[in-house]
């Protein structure tokens, strides 16, 4: 902390600090008044050494997206992975941030608060007018509950009040409307320019009617090719904001340069300004999206052109080259042979070779094994009688089997039709570079 203080004085950056972002120490019970002692000595020991830094006024973020993250810790996604306490932990949350706004104010009584929660609307789908009451009480009580909480709105013994609320910042996304379905869970996104679409100065309005100003749009951003075009819709929607009288202090992208999906560290869904490019010697590389960059030094060049960055925009670049497409059509292009099997190879690359097998009723592949390769078998179409070391399994269609590497393994088709397996193999060992479990390491739920 001491050191990106630093830093953030040296380069003339006003840094907010963000002190719970979903994590907690695991000795911790979440619910337990422990917790939130601890949580407030730690923002006090945060506060210390950025106030040491020089910063002023220094701005501070207690607990990010209590509403998100209490529902997410209540439904098994994230920590404490609970059910069904989602209005305790709802107000647990709540208490630790005041007591880490309190427990600053001691250190730097001119600390600044900034309180982060989703800013979303559900609409009513057009065959189902009967939940108009059930997405009004979400759009009206629940949307602004923690804030509500935080200000001392509702619930006042909880200690909140409107200098604890401080500025209000609001996450939203491209997906942050949607109507729903009987059970309150997202049925279908609504985006600008879909009937009913709320426009996001008019929900700014709405809020800053609620609480006062100044309001900061924390977190926002779209993927791939909708990040140039959520970028001017913003644009269009803060300059209309501030036109209306919003207080609006700023907006953050988020993030600023892509990284792995957060359950499949291998997956890349590009939404930063910066996306990322796997260079030959393994390590990545920043690359920016000239689409990306023109909308963003256009929203610079409105709102702020003083400040323009010197650079020039990256060159106009022709699309990459897209690979040809293999499509398999299994029952229609194998050609297998009576009392034995055929196959054919339909893809090899570094690091998996993608083959299909076919098995004319009766033909078999006999026990064997690979030492260094794990394969996965899938049936395409059939049923097949499949050995794996001592297991003996039939699978059909759509059903898999992991065979590791050097076990004997075999197939037979023992049914009246032909039989098609798919095989993917890993002929050098897993590629983990980007933390990829090998197959034989991945548990699947049920087995």
Same mark, same amino acid.
């Given at each position: 902390?001491?050191?990106?203080?630093?830093?953030?004085?040296?380069?003339?950056?006003?840094?907010?600090?963000?002190?719970?972002?979903?994590?907690?120490?695991?000795?911790?019970?979440?619910?337990?008044?422990?917790?939130?002692?601890?949580?407030?000595?730690?923002?006090?020991?945060?506060?210390?050494?950025?106030?040491?830094?020089?910063?002023?006024?220094?701005?501070?973020?207690?607990?990010?997206?209590?509403?998100?993250?209490?529902?997410?810790?209540?439904?098994?996604?994230?920590?404490?992975?609970?059910?069904?306490?989602?209005?305790?932990?709802?107000?647990?949350?709540?208490?630790?941030?005041?007591?880490?706004?309190?427990?600053?104010?001691?250190?730097?009584?001119?600390?600044?608060?900034?309180?982060?929660?989703?800013?979303?609307?559900?609409?009513?789908?057009?065959?189902?007018?009967?939940?108009?009451?059930?997405?009004?009480?979400?759009?009206?009580?629940?949307?602004?509950?923690?804030?509500?909480?935080?200000?001392?709105?509702?619930?006042?013994?909880?200690?909140?009040?409107?200098?604890?609320?401080?500025?209000?910042?609001?996450?939203?996304?491209?997906?942050?409307?949607?109507?729903?379905?009987?059970?309150?869970?997202?049925?279908?996104?609504?985006?600008?320019?879909?009937?009913?679409?709320?426009?996001?100065?008019?929900?700014?309005?709405?809020?800053?009617?609620?609480?006062?100003?100044?309001?900061?749009?924390?977190?926002?951003?779209?993927?791939?090719?909708?990040?140039?075009?959520?970028?001017?819709?913003? %644009?269009?929607?803060? &300059?209309? =904001? /501030?036109?209306?009288?919003?207080? @609006?202090?700023? +907006?953050?992208?988020? #993030? !600023?340069?892509?990284?792995?999906?957060?359950?499949?560290?291998?997956?890349?869904?590009? %939404?930063?300004?910066? &996306?990322? =490019? /796997?260079?030959?010697?393994?390590? @990545?590389?920043? +690359?920016?999206?000239? #689409? !990306?960059?023109?909308?963003?030094?256009?929203?610079?060049?409105?709102?702020?052109?003083?400040?323009?960055p010197t650079q020039s925009l990256p060159p106009r670049e022709p699309p990459p080259p897209s690979p040809p497409l293999l499509v398999a059509r299994p029952l229609e292009q194998v050609r297998s042979r009576t009392e034995t099997f055929s196959y054919q190879r339909l893809l090899a690359g570094d690091s998996q070779v993608v083959e299909r097998y076919a098995f004319e009723p009766r033909a078999r592949l006999d026990r064997h094994r690979h030492p260094t390769t794990e394969?996965?078998?899938?049936?395409?179409?059939?049923?097949?009688?499949?050995?794996?070391?001592?297991?003996?399994?039939?699978?059909?269609?759509?059903?898999?089997?992991?065979?590791?590497?050097?076990?004997?393994?075999?197939?037979?088709?023992?049914?009246?039709?032909?039989?098609?397996?798919?095989?993917?193999?890993?002929?050098?060992?897993?590629?983990?570079?980007?933390?990829?479990?090998?197959?034989?390491?991945?548990?699947?739920?049920?087995?």
């Amino acid at each position: 902390v001491r050191e990106l203080a630093g830093l953030g004085r040296e380069a003339g950056l006003t840094q907010i600090w963000d002190l719970m972002h979903y994590g907690y120490p695991d000795d911790l019970d979440p619910l337990s008044a422990r917790f939130v002692d601890r949580f407030a000595a730690y923002a006090q020991a945060v506060a210390r050494v950025v106030r040491g830094e020089g910063a002023s006024p220094a701005y501070y973020a207690p607990v990010n997206e209590i509403s998100f993250f209490a529902w997410a810790g209540s439904v098994g996604h994230l920590a404490p992975f609970t059910t069904g306490n989602v209005g305790a932990f709802k107000r647990q949350l709540v208490r630790a941030a005041l007591a880490a706004t309190n427990a600053v104010w001691e250190v730097d009584p001119e600390a600044c608060i900034v309180s982060v929660d989703p800013l979303v609307r559900q609409h009513v789908p057009p065959d189902r007018p009967d939940l108009a009451a059930q997405v009004e009480h979400f759009n009206q009580e629940v949307v602004t509950e923690a804030w509500d909480l935080l200000a001392g709105r509702r619930e006042p013994e909880l200690g909140g009040s409107r200098k604890h609320l401080g500025i209000v910042g609001v996450n939203y996304y491209t997906v942050n409307q949607w109507t729903i379905t009987p059970s309150g869970a997202p049925r279908a996104v609504v985006a600008p320019g879909d009937p009913g679409y709320v426009p996001l100065a008019a929900l700014l309005l709405e809020l800053q009617a609620r609480y006062g100003g100044p309001l900061l749009i924390a977190e926002t951003g779209g993927l791939v090719e909708a990040r140039a075009g959520w970028i001017s819709y913003l %644009a269009e929607e803060v &300059d209309r =904001a /501030l036109q209306l009288g919003v207080d @609006l202090l700023g +907006v953050c992208l988020y #993030p !600023v340069v892509t990284s792995p999906d957060w359950e499949d560290p291998t997956a890349f869904f590009d %939404a930063g300004i910066f &996306d990322v =490019a /796997l260079r030959p010697d393994g390590r @990545l590389e920043r +690359v920016l999206p000239r #689409p !990306v960059a023109v909308a963003l030094r256009a929203a610079q060049t409105r709102f702020d052109p003083e400040n323009l960055p010197t650079q020039s925009l990256p060159p106009r670049e022709p699309p990459p080259p897209s690979p040809p497409l293999l499509v398999a059509r299994p029952l229609e292009q194998v050609r297998s042979r009576t009392e034995t099997f055929s196959y054919q190879r339909l893809l090899a690359g570094d690091s998996q070779v993608v083959e299909r097998y076919a098995f004319e009723p009766r033909a078999r592949l006999d026990r064997h094994r690979h030492p260094t390769t794990e394969h996965v078998l899938t049936v395409l179409a059939g049923q097949g009688h499949f050995v794996v070391g001592a297991h003996q399994v039939t699978l059909g269609q759509g059903e898999t089997v992991l065979v590791p590497a050097g076990v004997y393994h075999g197939i037979r088709n023992d049914g009246p039709e032909p039989l098609i397996v798919q095989q993917v193999s890993a002929p050098k060992p897993w590629d983990a570079r980007l933390g990829s479990p090998a197959p034989s390491q991945i548990e699947i739920a049920g087995s």
